[in-house]
């Protein structure tokens, strides 16, 4: 079988090719969504020469099917509930207020992991370019434009390798822009477009945003 993208490097070398025209701008940001968004992301940053950070979100499974968002949460009261797959699922409140419960911690943790005691890097005024490995719902991409929107962003550009057409269509007002790369006719999942979509690590996610630190740009 043939896939779209060797694995997330492969797909962020070509996703950077659709954003070459922010290259070189002290302007531009790239933000990934950890973790499978972080090794896409570091080879925008890297082809952009543009510094790499993370936004944190989580998105919210719904109980016995945790592959199906039924929404997402960001830093502080930043939260979006998909009401449509909720009701759809039949999820009562109690357990929507337990997974986001739990979510919210492992969201703190992942903060504290992948930054330290380094800040966030500042996204007002900037063009914040926001990266993932590709988008099914687009649950969390909305949750982390929301949160660029509140940090005072003057552009958002939202990229990914993958995503179906009513997702792009969804976000699409959200942002400023959006890039993706490939629009297939066919979805079933993100992972069906590479040919290795192993889980990214905790550790692959802190040496790739230590590395775009030290790294000269492309």
């Not at 025209?21 to 992301?41: E, N, S, T």
Request: proline residues 6%; neutral net charge; aromatic residues 6%.
């Amino acid at each position: 079988m043939e896939f779209l993208y060797d694995d997330r490097a492969h797909a962020g070398r070509v996703l950077a090719g659709r954003l070459a025209r922010y290259a070189g701008r002290d302007d531009v940001i790239v933000l990934g969504l950890p973790r499978g968004g972080v090794p896409v992301a570091y080879e925008v940053a890297r082809a952009l020469g543009a510094p790499l950070d993370v936004v944190v979100v989580r998105k919210l499974g719904v109980p016995n099917y945790p592959e199906l968002a039924m929404g997402a949460v960001g830093r502080g009261d930043t939260v979006y509930l998909d009401r449509r797959i909720v009701a759809e699922a039949g999820v009562p409140q109690h357990e929507i207020d337990r997974v986001l419960t739990a979510e919210r911690a492992e969201l703190q943790r992942r903060e504290a992991l992948y930054r330290g005691s380094r800040p966030a890097l500042d996204v007002e005024g900037r063009t914040v370019i926001v990266v993932d490995d590709g988008m099914a719902t687009g649950a969390t991409m909305r949750v982390a434009v929301q949160l660029l929107r509140k940090g005072n962003a003057a552009r958002i550009v939202v990229a990914v390798p993958v995503a179906p057409g009513e997702t792009v269509a969804r976000v699409g007002p959200l942002a400023d822009e959006v890039i993706c790369a490939y629009v297939p006719r066919v979805f079933q999942g993100v992972g069906q477009f590479y040919g290795d979509f192993a889980q990214t690590a905790d550790a692959q996610v802190t040496e790739l945003l230590a590395r775009s630190r030290v790294e000269p740009a492309e």
